[in-house]
């Protein structure tokens, strides 16, 4: 029986790593199954504290999904740095774990097998990978479902094996592209509450895109705004909520939260407009 | 007895089994009185999507009654009933204004009226300048916007909605928000509402019908006391926030019930 406590001292105490963008422009050519070339992000400047739990929220096509992916390591920047714990990103690496919106689960495998998967690829001792993906598969709520194979399990729970997953190979940093916009509401709010205990936990810097501004609200310490195309930091929001807020089960129904959400949908709104007005201009 | 309903919904004891035996509604019974906006929130699998679906003549049930405006609906479609889905699906080889005429004419307007009508509505969701685009050459937001004019265009009497606004981002959702509450108010038509989102939910409706976790039994009907004039309430208000609190609290209650279930097939 793997006990917590056995586990956390396998676990380096580390915080997440700081995440710096200087002056990160991208440029993709006209063409090959895109409508729009052209510049996508345009001089962004970012800094993420070690730690620190942000959303990048934004008008449709803003690049937010590009600036993930440019953190990933999946694709270089045209202009600017990258640079995640003061190191340059030179390509993907499992120091930073990613969630997208589709769990992308092997079906063969369980869930166990799905979650120890990473760790085993990269040399971890097996009884260590085992070790440690059945703790966070149980901080997940997913104790009685290790033997299980992906097609068992309803949406919400495959995410979570998305999550952990991610989280074993012990990140410094975790990227999330709208991970749960393909769940209902019901279930979003309830996974929300599962990552924001995790974070919590870890310290680890996380990185949140989605288009739902009240997700953003209340998942994030910080929302950063960009412009609509090309993608500029336009506005950055800081949210002043407990952090602990899957223990206060009201929290979305108070006045202070509600008019948080309506402050950033106005500032939405403003940046919506003025794409539109730039698009019939051109 | 159908004489009594004309312009509202009526479900009398209605029960739907999927095969081999998953009972999707127990026993439900709900009167929409005609006019009135109502909400459907509960647990993904509580049979919201069937009942919209048998409302619409597009599914049928075992036992129960369906009556809209007097007449029977046991799997017969009609214009006056339409759904508006979370992917609207327009015509490809159509323009976004074509999409919009089609349905008019459809109806049986002339061409020249139904272009008239199919520009107003396109202009009133600010999509003049892509009148002319094919659905390929929009965005999302704007392919359902278009989608909305070309159901509520044809003015059904009765408006099912099942997720509309679900995938759209904050400005389109408002937009449409709006735009439905506008058509419910100025044509006095009878609107439900599927959605998991208690915010909308509570937002949009005059009452918020509650279900349980499957089978699909009506728990609760809450009664939202805010004014018909929805757009001038703050989303923000404390009235807004008491209610959406309730029901919140609610749907946790049967959320936590359905992963009980979950859990135990899960051993």
């Known amino acids: 029986m793997v006990t917590t406590a056995s586990v956390n001292q396998a676990l380096p105490p580390s915080l997440g790593s700081e995440?710096?963008?200087?002056?990160?422009?991208?440029v993709r050519p006209k063409g090959a199954g895109r409508e729009t070339g052209g510049l996508v992000l345009n001089h962004v400047h970012l800094h993420l504290e070690p730690g620190s739990f942000v959303a990048i929220v934004g008008p449709g096509g803003c690049g937010k999904t590009t600036l993930l992916r440019l953190l990933a390591g999946?694709?270089?920047?045209s202009a600017g740095h990258v640079h995640v714990g003061g190191q340059p990103v030179q390509g993907p690496s499992p120091r930073r774990g990613i969630i997208f919106q589709d769990a992308n689960l092997f079906p063969w495998l369980s869930v166990l097998k799905n979650t120890t998967f990473g760790p085993l690829a990269v040399g971890v001792a097996p009884a260590v990978a085992t070790a440690r993906a059945t703790h966070w598969l149980t901080f997940l709520g997913l104790s009685k479902f290790?033997?299980?194979?992906?097609?068992?399990?309803?949406?919400g729970m495959q995410q979570r094996v998305a999550i952990a997953?991610?989280?074993v190979n012990e990140p410094e940093l975790l990227l999330?592209?709208?991970?749960?916009?393909g769940l209902d509401w019901i279930t979003r709010e309830q996974v929300c509450d599962e990552l924001l205990r995790l974070w919590y936990t870890t310290r680890k810097t996380f990185l949140y895109v989605t288009h739902a501004l009240e997700e953003a609200v209340y998942v994030s310490q910080r929302i950063v705004m960009l412009s609509a195309r090309p993608g500029t930091v336009a506005h950055v929001i800081e949210v002043n909520l407990p952090e602990q807020r899957w223990a206060h089960a009201d929290l979305r129904f108070t006045p202070e939260y509600a008019r948080l959400v309506e402050e950033v949908r106005e500032v939405f709104a403003e940046q919506t407009a003025l794409a539109q007005s730039a698009r019939s201009a051109a | 007895m159908s004489t009594s309903t004309s312009g509202g919904l009526v479900v009398r004891n209605l029960h739907k089994t999927y095969p081999p035996d998953i009972v999707a509604l127990r026993d439900v019974s709900l009167a929409l009185a005609p006019g009135t906006f109502t909400a459907i929130i509960g647990p993904s699998g509580c049979g919201k999507t069937t009942l919209l679906k048998i409302a619409?003549?597009?599914?049928?049930?075992?036992?129960?009654?369906?009556?809209?405006a007097g007449e029977r609906i046991a799997g017969n479609?009609?214009?006056r009933r339409s759904v508006i889905y979370q992917d609207i699906r327009l015509f490809p080889w159509l323009t976004a204004q074509a999409n919009v005429v089609f349905a008019l004419e459809s109806k049986g307007l002339p061409k020249a009226e139904a272009r008239r009508q199919a520009a107003q509505w396109i202009e009133r969701q600010g999509l003049q300048p892509y009148a002319d685009a094919y659905p390929a050459e929009l965005s999302g937001g704007m392919r359902q916007k278009i989608g909305v004019c070309r159901v509520l265009a044809n003015m059904p009497e009765l408006v099912l909605c099942d997720e509309p606004f679900s995938a759209l981002d904050w400005t389109a959702r408002?937009?449409?928000q709006l735009e439905l509450l506008r058509y419910w108010y100025e044509q006095r038509k009878t609107v439900l509402f599927v959605t998991h989102n208690v915010e909308e939910a509570v937002y949009l409706a005059q009452r918020v019908v509650l279900m349980s976790a499957r089978p699909g039994v009506i728990k609760e009907i809450v009664d939202v006391p805010l004014p018909e004039e929805r757009w001038s309430v703050r989303r923000d208000s404390p009235q807004l926030l008491a209610v959406a609190q309730y029901v919140n609290n609610h749907i946790a209650d049967e959320v936590r019930k359905a992963q009980a279930a979950e859990q135990e097939v899960g051993y």
């Open chain 1, 19 to 26: 995440v710096e963008l200087l002056g990160v422009s991208k």
């Open chain 1, 74 to 77: 999946l694709e270089a920047p």
């Open chain 1, 146 to 155: 290790l033997h299980r194979y992906p097609h068992e399990l309803s949406g």
């Open chain 1, 165 to 167: 997953r991610a989280i």
């Open chain 1, 176 to 181: 999330a592209d709208e991970p749960f916009g």
């Open chain 2, 56 to 68: 619409a003549g597009i599914e049928t049930y075992q036992h129960g009654e369906v009556f809209f």
């Open chain 2, 77 to 79: 479609t009609s214009w």
């Open chain 2, 174 to 176: 408002e937009s449409l």
